[in-house]
């Protein structure tokens, strides 16, 4: 059966974390100890689940210097909020009926 939920963006993590990036306008981006403090991950879950959207092209993660501190700093791609609007349209289809 193809329910056609997203296994990507289905595990609650990154559902969460793709949650909080879309929040964010198609321009912007948050540093990781920001989204990292929101979601009360830590830094190895979050990165971990990162590398995964990441990899899906669903984050863009962007890596700098702000006076001589690494500062990574992730976003949202349009790819990921097309995949997001797909999930939660599978999600509403799945649920549809369930809930009266």
């Known amino acids: 059966m193809n329910d056609?939920?997203?296994p990507v963006i289905h595990a609650p993590a990154r559902l969460r974390l793709v949650v909080v990036l879309a929040q964010?306008?198609?321009?912007?981006?948050?540093?990781?100890p920001r989204v990292q403090k929101e979601l009360?991950?830590?830094a190895?879950?979050?990165?971990?689940?990162?590398?995964?959207l990441e990899d899906a092209?669903?984050?863009a993660v962007t890596k700098t210097h702000e006076r001589r501190t690494p500062v990574t700093y992730l976003a949202l791609t349009?790819?990921?909020?097309?995949?997001?609007?797909?999930?939660?349209a599978a999600v509403?289809?799945?649920?549809?009926?369930?809930?009266?």
């Open 4 to 6: 056609g939920l997203d």
């Open 24 to 32: 964010l306008g198609p321009e912007d981006r948050i540093s990781f």
């Open 40 to 42: 009360d991950m830590t």
């Open 44 to 52: 190895g879950n979050l990165s971990t689940h990162v590398r995964k």
């Open 57 to 59: 092209g669903y984050v």
């Open 78 to 88: 349009s790819e990921g909020r097309v995949a997001l609007e797909r999930y939660r």
């Open 92 to 100: 509403t289809s799945l649920l549809k009926g369930a809930v009266s």
